[in-house]
């Protein structure tokens, strides 16, 4: 499994307080970050990513890999890291798949009373994914 992907330039960000947890598939258990086994390089990276956009950068990091290798648990551990910011989860189903924009609904429904936070053109873009 790799995480990559540099912090991209200047941005803002919106944060503070939490929505919903991993949706991980029932019997799985969140891992924290001190659970994880051998995961300490790509929780490096997920730290470097939040101080930086702490300090007023944006970012993103790609988590890939195959089924049960760890993504999940990673990003779950990620989240707990992500003390104070607003995590926003969606997942890939695909009887989904057809239908327009449905992870980008899913993402940005908890937060749809926020829109007036974003610039005007991404505002009025997000509030047509009804
Ligand atoms: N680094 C790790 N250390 C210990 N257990 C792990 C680790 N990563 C994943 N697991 C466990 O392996 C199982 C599959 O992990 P999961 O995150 O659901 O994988 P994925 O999302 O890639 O399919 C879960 O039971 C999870 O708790
Ligand atoms: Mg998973």
């Not at 470097?48 to 195959?66: D, K, N, P």
């Not at 899913?106 to 991404?122: C, F, G, K, N």
């Amino acid at each position: 499994m790799s995480a990559s992907g540099p912090p991209p330039p200047d941005g803002s960000s919106w944060s503070h307080g939490r929505t919903r947890g991993p949706g991980l598939a029932s019997g799985e258990t969140p891992k924290s970050p001190a659970a994880l086994v051998g995961r300490d390089r790509e929780l490096a990276r997920v730290r470097e990513l939040l101080e930086a956009v702490r300090g007023g950068l944006t970012g993103a990091l790609v988590v890939e890999g195959e089924a049960g290798i760890g993504k999940t648990s990673l990003l779950a551990a990620a989240e707990e890291l992500a003390e104070g910011f607003t995590c926003l989860w969606a997942r890939g189903v695909e009887s989904e798949a057809a239908l327009g924009h449905a992870a980008l609904l899913e993402l940005i429904t908890p937060v749809r009373d926020r829109l007036a936070d974003v610039p005007e053109a991404q505002a009025e873009a997000l509030a047509a994914t009804r």
